[in-house]
């Protein structure tokens, strides 16, 4: 009998695979096996690399780590009792057979949806994998285990607390998201746009300040693991196989990479929210935002928030003047100027 693939080569196809998008018939060449080897290898080490991993790299946040990561966006995004930033991403596949419009989304692509919910260190605490992608963002959420965990308080998420120099009545522990979901008392989510005053649009800056972290983390997950670059052309429930291992190893490499905080300049946030299709809002939501709107008003709570006026052109010629002499002292250094 032929000798069998080792463990170590298995784990080395795999991270292959999902490190550089490679199709199966590009890594039969590589590794000189059978393209049906490849594709067996890969599906059996991702769902392998999910059940080890899943325990240690994905963990039920506790009260103690939800409190760690309230104090990380209090500290990096000045936004106190926040526990996490949600958003989805659209992860492209190969239409399905038989699927019709399922999986199309609005972005004229086939997909399912990643539905996340990242702290500070661009890690993810909970996870939502497999959505249509033809399903919006909202909808997904309120038909996710993440939305009846906080409607039914199974989070352990820690009660009410009086935000930082307030001595106003306490604010819950909430989620940040874009307008793609709907305001509830746990899920906060910017003012529309139309007719913002200086106060709500502080507001939305000091949500998005916050929000940028998932929308790095998404980023980072794409950069590092080049597969999500391509439509993957596996099965839908290979695909969430593929991408449950690739979360629980971003979360592995954010835990033990030495510079984590370098790769969140590459990606900026960027504001991708789509209507909420859910109605109105709850009163207890209004409440609770306009409770963090006054709040970030007053001299407790208050940012330095980007002035409206440079914004809107004034002093324009600060910032070109500033760019043709950064250009002709570099010209003169460089010798091209004599």
Known sequence: MRRCVSAEERLLITLRFLATGNSFSSLHFEFRMGTSTIAGIVRATCATIWLRLRASMLPQPTRQ???QIAHGFL?????????????????????PPNSGSRFYNHKQYFSVVLLALVDTNYRFVIVDIGA?????????????????W??????????????????????????????GFALSPHLMRPFPR?????????????????????????????????????????????????????VVLHNFIRMYEATQDEDALAFPAQDQGE??????????????????CDYFA????SFPFPSQQASRGENWFLGPFSLLMTLWSGLILDGYVF
């Open 132 to 148: 249509y992608g033809s399903s919006a963002d909202a909808r997904i959420f309120r038909a996710s285990r993440m939305s009846r």
């Open 194 to 246: 139309r007719g913002l005053d200086d106060k709500r649009r502080n507001f939305n800056y000091r949500l998005s300040r916050a929000r940028r972290f998932v929308e790095c983390a998404f980023g980072i997950l794409s950069s590092k693991w080049r597969v999500f670059l391509s439509a993957i052309q596996l099965a839908p429930e290979n695909v969430n196989t593929v991408i449950k291992a690739c």
């Open 298 to 301: 007053s001299p407790a709570g």
């Open 65 to 67: 780590q939800w409190l």
């Open 275 to 292: 209507p909420s299709q859910l109605g109105r809002a709850g009163t207890a939501g209004l409440r609770v935002r306009e409770l963090f």
């Open 75 to 95: 500290d990096r995004a000045q936004f106190p009792n926040c526990i996490g930033a949600l958003d989805g991403k659209h992860i492209r596949v190969k239409k």
């Open 150 to 179: 906080l409607e039914c308080n199974q989070l352990d998420i820690p009660q009410p607390a009086p935000l930082p120099g307030s001595t106003g009545p306490p604010a819950p522990f909430v989620i940040v998201g874009d307008e």
